[in-house]
């Protein structure tokens, strides 16, 4: 793993500094109580641990109580394989579209999303064929796939983010250590606040070939690209 440590340091140090100096070079007390802030940052690159998709899956029926009916199978099977998964949401709609003479409507359209949240890629491809089975059974039915990429789960995040801060109090530590030599004051830390940098993962989209067999389905693996995890710290010292 990368680890990349920068310290900047606000323009109101220097400000102190050169306001310390001139004190000194006056009859004013130069033991004058003295604040510092600092700004302490950390970047950690992490590799990700979640392979996370989208499914949307369509059925045209000529009722809405098939539809229902359809889409609770479909929702039945994709449970019994026991992934990771956010959603099933559905919602049913009249397929209507304009035509010459107005709005025509014929049956209905069922959807229903999932979100997958999979710890190996392979699984999709369990997940892909348990969709065609059930288009064997329901040929109207059609499903997409979108937004596969690999990301970091809240468990990994939270552990280095963690990991992060410690090591920024530890770093907070060592610069008022050194700002004590170089004041020539003791000083000493105050208050630390932290800030956590957010990353937004790339997306690609995609659709399942409709006509694909189960013993053919093979899906590629996204690439696992390097998420960055930042963590940024407020530091303000006291020297006296």
């Not at 220097?14 to 700004?39: C, F, H, Q, Y």
């Not at 940052?41 to 499914?55: G, V, Y």
């Not at 989209?205 to 407020?234: C, G, H, Q, W, Y």
Request: hydrophobic residues 35%; aromatic residues 8%.
């Amino acid at each position: 793993m990368k680890k990349i440590v920068f310290i900047s340091i606000w323009v109101g140090l220097l400000s102190m500094i050169n306001v310390g100096k001139a004190l000194s070079e006056t009859n004013i007390d130069p033991k004058k109580v003295t604040r510092v802030s600092i700004v302490l940052e950390h970047k950690r690159e992490i590799q990700p641990d979640i392979l996370s998709l989208r499914i949307n899956v369509k059925i045209k029926a000529n009722k809405e109580t098939d539809a229902i009916n359809i889409l609770g199978d479909a929702d039945k099977r994709i449970r019994k394989l026991g992934l990771n998964y956010k959603g099933g949401d559905y919602r049913i709609e009249q397929n209507c579209w304009w035509a010459k003479k107005g709005q025509v409507c014929e049956g209905v359209n069922g959807y229903i999303t999932y979100n997958f949240e999979l710890r190996d890629y392979k699984e999709q491809n369990v997940l892909y064929e348990t969709l065609n089975k059930i288009k064997e059974t329901y040929p109207s039915l059609t499903f997409e796939v979108s937004e596969p990429v690999w990301i970091a789960s809240q468990e990994l995040t939270d552990k280095v983010q963690k990991e992060i801060k410690l090591e920024l109090v530890e770093k907070a530590q060592d610069f008022g250590e050194a700002l004590t030599e170089k004041l020539g004051k003791v000083c000493r830390v105050t208050s630390i606040s932290f800030t956590v940098g957010r990353y937004l993962p790339i997306t690609y989209r995609f659709t399942m070939l409709k006509s694909a067999e189960p013993s053919s389905i093979e899906a590629p693996e996204p690439m696992k690209d390097e998420k960055t995890v930042e963590v940024s710290a407020n530091v303000d010292y006291l020297c006296e």
